[in-house]
């Protein structure tokens, strides 16, 4: 009773944030992409993520508790799987209590679930892909599988670093004594049949652009850069903090346990899911030694482990290991739970109701803050100027200044067009022909590229964003005339490239 009033409270507490608190930048691109549903993938992501924005502003419009409704229910939806991966291994209520909690406890889970990203779409695909193998695993029913391929194709929609799940699909089918039997099935070829025709547009969208997506995406994961501790200090912190100080050591040192216990004993749901997480944080903290890993990028995984800590809890007394072993995983679950959900209420207080700014300009959430009076500015300047569409060079204030001016005034970014590929028309008649205002953040309003252009730029004055006191950015504005922005340029065309940056132009990728 008391682990279900704890549920509904924190559900309610991720309502009121996803509700009050403003779209962050990202959110608002995803936002964007639920405007073009025609298409079958993006350049960033494939997406499920636009599909899961469009199903919550049909309910409840473009505001920004339609955009994060999704991320709501796939919070709930991942609990609910955990707690029966978690019954069906163990059939032990505190286990089962402990495995919906746990989640509650980690700030990005218990908080940020409400902001909506590919994650968010991903999360609940992946571990339903994990409880489709663990009701294999428990009726020995071979058309399990077939629901295995059906979450892992859809997971495949949400965010490519799913696919380092296989790892453990392959341990969970190959390692037990049951191989020769999965081997010779074909029920495990027609999941991964299955998983490949639902990951199918995203391949003929790829097929169709030079496999613009995967290259986007592999660029970053593949260029050679030098060894820095700073990024591995990077990564180590931002697991501590989003998943918990406490419950990241908690949920490691479980997945140890049942990974020891599920190969030693050939088990394979302790295979499956100890795998299904060591190997990605490993993986990640192998590519941190010379590349930043994105805050979300681990986190498909994370739940995967919350179950491996109720179930190893379950599994230590039952196999009779020593009473102050048993007593100690216990008393630090439970510390975990606390000091978790203590530290995400406090998160929540501090965004919502505190007026103060103790980060400053790192601030993640207050960072992308403070856009209404840049938009209140930009405003009265088209009324000025008699100007009647918009124009910058980053893809975050293009997001921000669509989810704002929602269609009322055409917005278009000049350059990194890749990321627009087939995108409606955004109203070129109210384009060629008149006046813009460009928006770009400071210092990148110098960029080299003007000087190809017919571009006639007039200064107009700058416009800080300002969030709780404290300056985030500052943006330069310029009257625009003479020129008609090129909404498809050729792939071999700088305003083509998808980073622009003030010093010229690179491919890099944001996974």
């Known amino acids: 009773m008391l682990a279900a009033l704890v549920v509904i409270g924190m559900t309610g507490l991720r309502i009121v944030y996803a509700s009050m608190l403003d779209l962050r930048t990202d959110e608002a691109y995803y936002w964007t992409w639920s405007k073009e549903l025609s298409q079958l993938c993006f350049l960033d992501h494939p997406p499920m993520i636009a599909w899961f924005i469009k199903f919550g502003t049909s309910i409840f419009g473009d505001t920004n508790l339609g955009v994060r409704f999704a991320g709501i229910l796939a919070m709930a939806a991942t609990q609910l799987l955990l707690a029966d991966i978690v019954w069906r291994v163990t059939h032990n209520a505190r286990a089962i209590m402990l495995a919906v909690l746990l989640p509650e406890a980690a700030l990005y889970y218990g908080l940020l679930m409400a902001k909506v990203s590919p994650d968010t779409a991903a999360i609940p695909f992946a571990v339903a892909m994990m409880w489709a193998l663990v009701r294999l695993r428990e009726s020995d029913d071979a058309r399990w599988w077939l629901a295995a391929g059906l979450f892992g194709g859809l997971a495949l929609l949400s965010k490519f670093t799913v696919v380092m799940l296989l790892p453990a699909l392959v341990a969970f089918a190959l390692v037990p004594d049951w191989r020769r039997r999965w081997l010779l099935s074909p029920y495990?070829?027609?999941?991964?049949?299955i998983a490949l025709l639902l990951f199918l547009p995203v391949l003929i969208w790829n097929a169709q652009h030079d496999w613009a997506s995967f290259k986007f995406q592999l660029v970053r994961a593949t260029a050679a850069r030098d060894v820095s501790l700073r990024t591995v200090g990077e990564y180590i912190g931002m697991q501590f903090g989003l998943v918990g100080f406490v419950l990241l050591p908690v949920t490691l040192s479980a997945l140890v346990l049942t990974a020891w216990r599920g190969y030693r004993m050939r088990e394979p749901v302790a295979i499956l899911l100890s795998t299904a997480v060591l190997v990605p944080f490993l993986y990640f903290l192998?590519?941190?030694?010379?590349?930043?890993v994105g805050d979300t990028w681990p986190m498909f995984m994370w739940p995967i482990g919350f179950a491996a800590v109720g179930i190893n809890i379950v599994m230590l007394a039952r196999e009779n290991r020593p009473a102050w072993m048993i007593r100690?995983?216990?008393?630090?679950?439970?510390i975990a739970v606390v000091s978790g959900i203590a530290m995400v209420v406090l998160v929540f207080l501090y965004y919502v109701a505190a007026p103060w700014n103790f980060i400053g300009k790192?601030?993640?959430?207050?960072?992308?803050?403070?856009y209404e009076h840049v938009v209140a500015r930009i405003d009265a300047e088209l009324h000025n100027t008699g100007a009647s569409w918009i124009a910058t060079s980053d893809y975050r204030t293009y997001a921000m200044l669509r989810w704002f001016f929602r269609g009322r005034?055409?917005?278009?970014?000049?350059?990194e067009r890749a990321r627009f590929i087939g995108f409606h028309d955004p109203g070129m008649d109210r384009i060629a022909g008149h006046t813009g205002i460009y928006v770009t953040r400071e210092p990148d309003g110098a960029a080299p590229l003007w000087a190809e252009t017919a571009a006639i730029r007039e200064p107009l004055g700058h416009v800080q964003r300002v969030w709780r006191g404290v300056v985030a950015d500052t943006y330069l504005l310029e009257k625009l005339t003479g020129w008609i922005p090129e909404l498809a340029p050729a792939p071999d065309n700088p305003l083509y490239q998808?980073?622009?940056?003030?010093?010229?132009?690179?491919?890099?990728?944001?996974?």
């Open 498 to 511: 998808w980073r622009w940056l003030a010093g010229g132009f690179e491919r890099a990728a944001c996974a």
């Open 188 to 193: 495990p070829w027609a999941a991964a049949l």
């Open 362 to 370: 790192t601030d993640p959430i207050g960072g992308e803050a403070g």
């Open 409 to 415: 005034v055409p917005v278009i970014q000049i350059n």
């Open 328 to 334: 100690s995983t216990m008393r630090w679950a439970r």
């Open 286 to 292: 192998w590519k941190s030694l010379s590349l930043r």
